[in-house]
């Protein structure tokens, strides 16, 4: 099991950036991909981006492609999200999470196949 702290989230004009960080807790945590996922008000939550538990291999969804990079530290344990050239529909709640599979071979996307999950932090952007 994972436990995993988000942090970084703020309030930021458009054009913007924001670093979000995921600091995590456990064995396991080398050997797992790990994710980023978002909730807008009134909206399901939706991936964002993820990386393989090497961080040889990640997947964005199409709106953040070119914008938003996601790496890892594992000396570290923390996942980092770097989010440039921010939009008023970035806004959300981001949530990291943990896949429940260690050294999973491609990149997981759905919810389902995450079984940590943080807190989330709120990212606000202004239009």
């Known amino acids: 099991q994972v436990q995993l702290v988000e942090s970084g989230g703020g309030l930021v004009q458009a054009g913007g950036s924001l670093r979000l960080s995921c600091a995590a807790s456990g064995r396991t945590f080398t050997s797992v991909a790990l994710g980023w996922f978002r909730q807008a008000p009134g909206k399901e939550r939706e991936f964002v981006a993820a990386?393989?538990?090497?961080?040889?291999?990640?997947y964005y969804r199409d709106s953040v492609k070119g914008r938003f990079t996601i790496s890892r530290d594992d000396a570290k344990k923390i996942l980092y999200l770097q989010m440039n050239s921010l939009k008023p529909e970035d806004t959300a709640v981001y949530y990291c999470?943990?896949?429940?599979?260690?050294?999973?071979?491609?990149?997981?996307?759905?919810?389902?196949?995450?079984?940590?999950w943080g807190q989330g932090t709120q990212v606000t952007v202004s239009s």
């Open positions: 990386t393989t538990w090497s961080g040889t291999n990640t």
């Open positions: 999470a943990a896949d429940s599979v260690t050294y999973r071979t491609v990149v997981p996307v759905y919810e389902t196949s995450f079984g940590s």
